[in-house]
């Protein structure tokens, strides 16, 4: 298997775990579950969605990479990389279609589609450069200071139209009507 093989893999993967843990945080109610997957129906919560597939799919992606012996550099920086790069690109295309037609499941699959594709192109990239092996152990640290900020922004939203769950008309966690 080679990088470009196991970097579509990983697309599909990634695609079918935002899937499966959509509704992990309605099946579990604790804290931890709150850190890593979406708590309401805002756009923000999806964001947290994408970035913790990219994540946690990079357990499964490792273990791939190892498996096959493929060659590789960079793995953290490359999973720190297209994890936060998923969060711009997946706005940037999505709020223009969002404030012109409101809110559509199909466009919303689709958008992050393109956003999972988009960021595993820049994964291959990444570990197939020789260039950023300095910036492993600080994109270690990037992942776990981003769920920290995951993690205030949950229990903390800010009082703006990403954090706003229109379904529930709620920011977050709060259990109170706005």
Known sequence: ???????IISTIGIFILCFLFHSIYQLLHCTLTAIFFPVNESI????????????IYGIIDYIILQRFKIK??????????SAFTIIPI???????????????????IGIMLIAIIISQIISYYILKS????????????????????LAYLTYNPIKSELFFDTKDEKYGLNIYNV
């Open 72 to 81: 590789y550099n960079n793995f953290f920086t490359s999973l720190f990389i």
């Open 90 to 108: 997946f706005l940037i295309i999505y709020l223009p279609f969002y404030y012109k037609i409101g809110p559509k499941m199909s466009l919303n």
């Open 1 to 7: 298997m080679s990088l470009k093989k196991s970097k």
């Open 44 to 55: 923000w919560e999806h964001q947290k969605l994408m970035f913790t597939s990219i994540v």
């Open 130 to 149: 020789k260039n950023f092996d300095k910036l492993n152990i600080i994109s270690f640290i990037l992942i776990i200071i981003s769920y920290i900020v």
